[in-house]
């Protein structure tokens, strides 16, 4: 599975600092801490005629985990909604969007590790894109990967780091055994999710997710256990072993970039898919979100 190229995007103006420049000309100093040390955080969000869906949800987790990571000078909330504003009046993008919200510590006066050579704030890049949901009508094949997720130990998995290596070793794998993606365990050998989106699974009617202790517990993940906690629709988070998911009913993953999504195989092993009505229903109920008021942001110039 890899992306197709937009056309569209060939002339779209990305946003650096409150400035909008032209696809080819918009960059960073080789000083700012996204080069020097994959110093940053990030979003992803998605456009639905004309609105950008849970916006405040995304916001908060960015400025948690600039906060987290001790970012100084961070723009206010007002600076970021007005930024993304911006970007997609300009872009004249109203649906079927997506835009990588990226907030890096900012330039350094010099190369090094540390944060107190950052004395020029923070760095917002707002990139926006035609894309549509990348697995949209696709049904995924996933391997189970040697990389393992990181523990809170090392580096928490509940900041939205840019520091994607271990996530990007893991994707590498699936490519080379011909995967969509791969699935992480934690250091005790159970599933935290995958290299892109978290996991879910489905049996006697129950549906079972991994927690939170060593994964991202993502925007679509939270609104999905609200779904089925607002439906009367049984959910358990639990460590999950890899051969628990093999002899699942269904399984399937969520995230902004690809909402929800069927797997069909994991490591050669073809999953039952013996409880469609399920997902589909989840997915009829998650799509009734999208026109929900409170997870709705209007597309409206606030400059």
Request: glycine share 4%.
């Amino acid at each position: 599975m890899i992306q197709k190229y937009d056309r569209r995007n060939d002339n779209i103006k990305v946003l650096i600092n409150g400035k909008l420049y032209d696809r080819s000309s918009a960059k960073i100093s080789v000083f700012d801490s996204l080069i020097q040390g994959g110093d940053g955080v990030w979003e992803g969000l998605r456009i639905y005629d004309g609105y950008i869906f849970a916006l405040e949800k995304h916001i908060n987790r960015l400025l948690e985990s600039a906060k987290s990571l001790m970012f100084e000078n961070i723009p206010s909330k007002k600076t970021i909604l007005s930024s993304i504003m911006k970007t997609l009046i300009a872009n004249k993008m109203f649906t079927d969007v997506h835009v990588r919200l990226t907030l890096s510590r900012g330039k350094k006066i010099t190369s090094g590790m540390n944060p107190k050579l950052n004395q020029y704030g923070c760095t917002l890049i707002v990139l926006a894109e035609w894309k549509p949901p990348i697995y949209l009508n696709r049904n995924l094949k996933l391997i189970t990967s040697s990389i393992r997720r990181n523990t809170p130990l090392f580096l928490d998995s509940k900041i939205h780091h840019n520091n994607l290596l271990n996530n990007i070793l893991a994707k590498i794998e699936a490519n080379n055994y011909g995967a969509d993606d791969s699935i992480m365990l934690d250091l005790n050998g159970f599933i935290s999710e995958t290299n892109s989106t978290n996991i879910f699974m489905i049996k006697d009617n129950i549906i079972y997710t991994p927690t939170s202790k060593f994964c991202l517990p993502g925007i679509t993940r939270e609104l999905i256990i609200s779904i089925c906690k607002s439906h009367n629709i049984s959910i358990i988070e639990k460590d999950i072993s890899i051969s628990e998911l093999y002899n699942a009913d269904q399984v399937f993953t969520t995230g902004t970039m690809g909402e929800i999504a069927e797997v069909v195989e994991v490591d050669n092993r073809k999953i039952k898919n013996t409880n469609i009505d399920m997902i589909e229903n989840l997915k009829s109920l998650f799509n009734k979100l999208k026109t929900k008021e409170e997870l709705l942001t209007k597309i409206i110039s606030k400059s």
